[in-house]
């Protein structure tokens, strides 16, 4: 049985980079695409973007300018980077194979000084 | 970008009956849809892939229909474990560009 956990700092400051970590187990990263979402408080859910396992990507529109993801195959990890966060980037995120046939238990990011 | 909505918005059932919730797609997603069911403090849950598709482990109560652009979640007994949100998502294209929708809220009656 797969299993996905992220990891990462859980308070982010206005205007610095959100650094997330999803580490896969259970399965290889290879075949498949692995999926960053998050939501926010209290609100519905919102694709960020996916990672190929030959390390094409793709991403929402909406945060293309500011959203890095990147694999490290020899450790089973995919990571998200999100760039110039406000505290509209406050949300649950997490990480999902595919489009979503297994996700992670999430992580809450606060954006705050 | 492909727009999704749901309705209604909260739908209220009792125990033992049936919901049908519906998700429509701004444009044709063919057969792309997927359902998710989503607990307080928990992450989503795959229900339906392909539109009309049981995930492994999902029981047979849960059924999806449509295709294009008009789908249907149908629970047909409601147990008391199933009153949640649920999210149809749609992954049309390749490679795919996802987007979900708002969401309905099921509730116990």
């Known amino acids: 049985q797969v299993q996905l956990q992220e990891s990462g700092p859980g308070l982010v400051k206005p205007s610095e980079t959100l650094s997330l970590t999803c580490t896969v187990s259970?399965?290889?990263?290879?075949?498949?695409?692995w999926t960053w979402i998050r939501q926010p408080p209290g609100k519905g859910l919102e694709w960020i973007g996916y990672i190929f396992d030959n390390g094409n990507t793709n991403y929402n529109s909406s945060l293309k300018s500011r959203v890095t993801i990147s694999l490290d195959t020899s450790k089973n990890q995919f990571s998200l980077n999100l760039t110039s966060v406000t505290a509209a980037d406050t949300a649950v995120y997490y990480c999902?194979?595919?489009?979503?046939?297994?996700w992670g238990q999430g992580i809450l990011v606060t954006v705050s000084s | 970008e492909t727009v999704m909505t749901q309705s209604p918005v909260t739908l209220s059932v009792s125990p033992g009956e049936r919901a049908t919730l519906s998700c429509r797609a701004s444009q044709s997603v063919y057969s792309n849809l997927a359902w998710y069911q989503q607990k307080p403090g928990q992450a989503p849950r795959l229900l339906i892939h392909g539109a009309s598709t049981r995930a492994t482990g999902i029981p047979a109560r849960f059924s999806g229909s449509g295709s294009g652009t008009e789908f249907t979640l149908t629970i047909s007994s409601l147990q008391s474990e199933d009153f949640a949100v649920y999210y149809c998502?749609?992954?049309?294209?390749?490679?795919?560009?996802?987007?979900f929708g708002p969401g309905t809220r099921l509730e116990i009656k």
């Open positions: 999902a194979r595919r489009v979503g046939d297994f």
């Open positions: 259970g399965g290889s990263l290879r075949t498949y695409y």
């Open positions: 998502q749609q992954y049309n294209n390749w490679p795919p560009s996802i987007t």
